[in-house]
T-cell receptor, first 116, second 116 residues
């Protein structure tokens, strides 16, 4: 079974803290994504990566950074957490093989972050 | 820029009945993919069904089928014989053919409740 694992299901942090959200996939996928999910706003892309050490900004990158040192791991970093970053964060991955691409993203279960 | 609109924030249906979720999109491209994703409560998001824009035939996956109207830029999801396990958030999504793989644009979602 394919698997995308997010390290923490629930986190509570204080304003100004540095927060790391980890995501690991076991499918040897090239492409990995971080989305933010808020009620009434759907999913919004924060950052994505097509290869190790590569990153691209999504639609809402402000206040976030990412790290991809290994193919299977993609980390989302909140340098100084703020209350407006309270949200559900979803990691996803997919194959980078265009010939075999089906459009299917494989998602983790999500990390619900509360910033007090 | 492409946009995806789901006009029904919430819907409900009785078990065993049929329900249709609406989705419209806006694009100037002629080749693209459309998707419906399902997010059950507290569980990870999964792909339900996929449609390639160049295919005129509507996609079907068991009890799930789509009504793809390219000229109208409409992509609705029909769930037949609804089951309690269909209770979930449903997201319509769009991706350009040949675009950044996995970089989907999501609608805001429709919360579907199946009632016994």
């Amino acid at each position: 079974d394919v698997k995308v694992t997010q390290s923490s299901r629930y986190l509570v942090k204080r304003t100004g803290e540095k927060v790391f959200l980890e995501c690991v996939q076991d499918m040897d996928h090239e492409n990995m994504f971080w989305y933010r999910q808020d009620p009434g706003l759907g999913l919004r892309l924060i950052y994505f990566s097509y290869d190790v050490k590569m990153k691209e900004k999504g639609d809402i990158p402000e206040g976030y950074s990412v790290s991809r040192e290994k193919k299977e791991r993609f980390s989302l970093i909140l340098e100084s957490a703020s209350t407006n970053q309270t949200s559900m964060y979803l990691c996803a991955s997919t194959s980078g093989d265009f010939q075999g691409f089906t459009g299917e993203l494989f998602f983790g279960e999500g990390s619900r972050l509360t910033v007090l | 820029a492409q946009t995806v609109t789901q006009s029904q924030p919430e819907m409900s249906v009785q078990e065993a009945e049929t329900v249709t979720l609406s989705c419209t999109y806006d694009t100037s491209e002629s080749n693209y993919y459309l998707f419906w994703y399902k997010q059950p409560p507290s569980r990870q998001m999964i792909l339900v069904i996929r449609q390639e824009a160049y295919k005129q035939q509507n996609a079907t996956e068991n009890r799930f089928s789509v009504n793809f109207q390219k000229a109208a830029k409409s992509f609705s999801l029909k769930i037949s014989d609804s089951q309690l396990g269909d209770t979930a958030m449903y997201f319509c999504a769009f991706m350009n053919y040949g675009g950044s793989q996995g970089n989907l644009i999501f609608g805001k979602g429709t919360k579907l409740s199946v009632k016994p």
